[in-house]
């Protein structure tokens, strides 16, 4: 294996890998189907071993397959950011960015703030939906980059952060001693909330949604009131919240991840730029247990 991977190559695989098949990637990255199975054969020889497994219901990576994309999206990123150093012309356009609203408070001003510095010339246009909705918006072209939250029953896009989900309540309350926890979630479809009441279930402890919302100020006004708990990400604790364990008697919960989707319909240099920025702020973040208070 001496000689070096070809970039293009690695694109039409990446492609591949975020719609699901051969034929919206050859739309993608403007070539015929033929042209894209070509590539894949090429590639498959380069490395010596079988990347996808196809079984009729689409292209499923191979644990090499799996393997070998890390090190494309590695590949592909370091190819644009060197092409992009050497560029003297400066990124111009607009990005339509998606992004939950609980999201948008903790990351987007590290994420626009670094991205304004090196591209001052790029509008970019945020949409503040939760996660299932952002992913049918970038399904319709409706935007070209998406900040989800990663769900295992339905798994899209590139997992660029992850970290604890944890109990939460009041520092002033006691809801979480209560026969029947009080508790203020999301909507019924968000994976936080479907994580909580599946572990609730399991030690068959006695619950009931008394708030519900979509929006992430209006559940924390809740559990800062002292009248519910709720599970959030690390990243997400804020001073007067208070983390719950086994101490409590809540169990450790599935961990979070948190993925960007792209449009593949909508691969600029522009747009790479952006998702470069995001995967950059949002693996240099630390937790959000400095003003948090652990439980004993």
Request: net charge negative.
């Amino acid at each position: 294996m001496s000689a070096l991977f070809d970039v293009d190559q690695l694109k039409t695989f990446i492609a591949i890998v975020d719609t699901g098949s051969f034929t919206r990637a050859a739309d993608a990255v403007h070539k015929t189907q033929s042209a894209v199975s070509m590539q894949m054969k090429r590639l498959e020889e380069r490395v010596g071993r079988s990347i996808f497994a196809r079984d009729g219901r689409g292209a499923r990576l191979t644990e090499d397959g799996e393997r070998l994309l890390d090190y494309a999206r590695r590949i592909v990123h370091i190819s644009r950011e060197a092409v992009s150093a050497f560029s003297n012309d400066a990124l111009t356009g607009r990005v339509r960015l998606g992004v939950p609203d609980d999201y948008a408070e903790r990351y987007l001003p590290e994420i626009l703030a670094r991205f304004s510095r090196s591209n001052p010339l790029v509008e970019v246009t945020v949409e503040c939906e939760p996660s299932d909705t952002l992913t049918q918006s970038i399904m319709r072209d409706e935007i070209d980059l998406a900040i989800i939250t990663h769900a295992s029953r339905k798994p899209v896009g590139e997992v660029i952060r992850q970290e604890p989900l944890l109990w939460v309540t009041s520092q002033r309350s006691l809801a979480h001693e209560q026969a029947t926890l009080p508790l203020a979630l999301s909507h019924p479809a968000c994976v936080w909330r479907e994580a909580a009441i599946s572990k609730l279930e399991e030690l068959k402890r006695p619950h009931r949604v008394l708030y519900s919302s979509r929006n992430f100020a209006a559940v924390g006004a809740a559990v800062m009131a002292g009248l519910a708990v709720t599970v959030l990400p690390e990243s997400a604790i804020r001073s007067g919240m208070r983390v719950l364990g086994p101490a409590d008697g809540f169990p450790p919960l599935p961990s979070c991840k948190i993925a960007l989707l792209r449009n593949p319909g909508s691969v600029t240099d522009t747009v790479e730029a952006l998702a470069d920025h995001i995967v950059a702020s949002l693996d240099n973040m630390t937790g959000g247990f400095e003003g948090a208070q652990a439980a004993e």
